[in-house]
């Protein structure tokens, strides 16, 4: 992959604030579409309070009252003898735990998918108590019509998938959790397979078992069963601590493709590829040995969680090149470059 000599191509610079006592200090993981001749990313923007008083993080969440919701900011003293903030993405507070920042998902548009101009109000907020700590991670999938976006629900409750749909990106219709907490990287197939649609998804076991990704079925995109365990983590390799589902996967002449991130003991993140049977997804042919991207880049090693590179999205109408839309270091998104031929011939069969 050739990362684009103009990276990021989105930083929070680039993005409006949604309220005025906000910032934005995150814009990454970006979902990507094209639609009506444009590329579409449907970022994910993470915000925290402007200002914070001496001696005390403030961050924000959303509450609910009898007027509907609305973002509140929470402060607690630094010094405080029940306060972990070892974690820049988290805090736990009394044994509760609750995000530094709160996301929200946000258009950029582009005629050529290099140069992006972000949106000034989000595509989606925050609305329920699933939603609390914010939307995050998003992936598109067109399927007769409809872009179907699929992202994670975070709350105290746990960190859960919903679904939302629309067909012109200015009206969203949600459907509410299709996967219960904890449940994330949920990526929908573009085609009905068998007369049945497919999905990745990745439960985090907590006591017996490893961050792996699954195969679930549907007959109508709402409900989820037959699940399989299919692409697992590897010892002594890259991607040996968990996996994850990332940009939507398309078809090839010799299969279907996915690229998907791991993480490695040092939380590392970095992507791969896997192969699966064209006409059954849930055989798996081969495997990327390496990384096809790894953390080199300074704005991937450096950033609100350093050495980390997570796709949500990749645009391929172009059969010799792949657009490849990531987050780095979980603070901007960027581009590389790459063709189906050249991931494909990188594989190694299994």
Partial sequence: MQRYQNNPLVSP?????????????????????????????????????????????????????????????????????????????????????????????????SSDGRDFTVNDTPAMLPQSPIESFGLEDPRITLIDGRYYITHTAVSSHGIATALAWTTDFKTFNRHGLIFAPEDRDVVIFPEKIDGQYLAFHRPYPKHIGTPAMWLARSPDLLHWGHHQKLIDVRSDCWDCVRVGAGAVPFRTPRGWLEIYHGADKDNRYCLGAVLLDSDDPSRLLARSAQPLLAPEAPYELTGLLGNVVFTCGAITSNPDEILLYYGAADSVTALAVTSVNEILDSLEPL
């Fill in 13 to 109: 610079s680039d993005v409006k604030p949604s309220r005025p006592e906000l910032k934005v200090v995150c814009a990454f993981n970006a979902a990507a579409i094209e639609h009506d001749g444009q590329i579409l990313l449907l970022l994910r923007i993470a915000e925290t309070a402007h200002e914070s008083p001496p001696d005390y993080i403030t961050f924000p969440v959303v509450e609910q009252t009898d007027s509907g919701p609305v973002v509140a900011l929470k402060a607690i003293k630094k010094n405080s003898p029940d306060l972990d903030d070892s974690d820049p993405r988290m805090i736990i507070y009394h044994g509760q735990p609750y995000l530094t920042t709160l996301s929200h998902l946000r258009l950029a548009r």
